[in-house]
Nanobody, 119 residues
Framework: QVQLVESGGGLVQPGGSLRLSCAAS????????MGWYRQAPGKQRELVAL???????NYADSAKGRFTISRDNAKNTVYLQMNSLKPEDTAVYHC?????????????WGQGTQVTVSS
């Protein structure tokens, strides 16, 4: 049974920082690309940051220079360090695990953690 459990969300003032964690179980974590997505009320879910199984990273333009994604394969955990937070970063942040090989793909989602940036 695959589980992705996010933690670390909360209420923070503009300019503040949060570190999100996503602990995975039931998958061979090191073989999965891991991503953080977010969904604000009334908006579509969007990619925030991605880290491949090989450690390459990719960021949405809105996250570049402020957010850092990292992974610890020994702990089956992916992190999102968020600095200089803005009110527009307010959203539910979801962790995603994605695996592809030829025509076979597997994708799993966590339940999400709320991030609210407000004074």
């Amino acid at each position: 049974q695959v589980q992705l459990v996010e933690s670390g969300g909360g209420l923070v003032q503009p300019g503040g920082s949060l570190r999100l964690s996503c602990a995975a179980s039931g998958i061979i974590f090191s073989t999965y690309d891991m991503g953080w997505y977010r969904q604000a009320p009334g908006k579509q879910r969007e990619l925030v940051a991605l880290i491949t199984s090989g450690g390459m990273t990719n960021y949405a333009d809105s996250a570049k220079g402020r957010f850092t994604i990292s992974r610890d394969n020994a702990k089956n955990t992916v992190y999102l360090q968020m600095n200089s937070l803005k009110p527009e970063d307010t959203a539910v942040y979801h962790c995603n695990a994605d695996w592809k090989w030829l025509a076979i793909s597997k994708s799993y989602w966590g339940q999400g953690t709320q991030v609210t940036v407000s004074s």
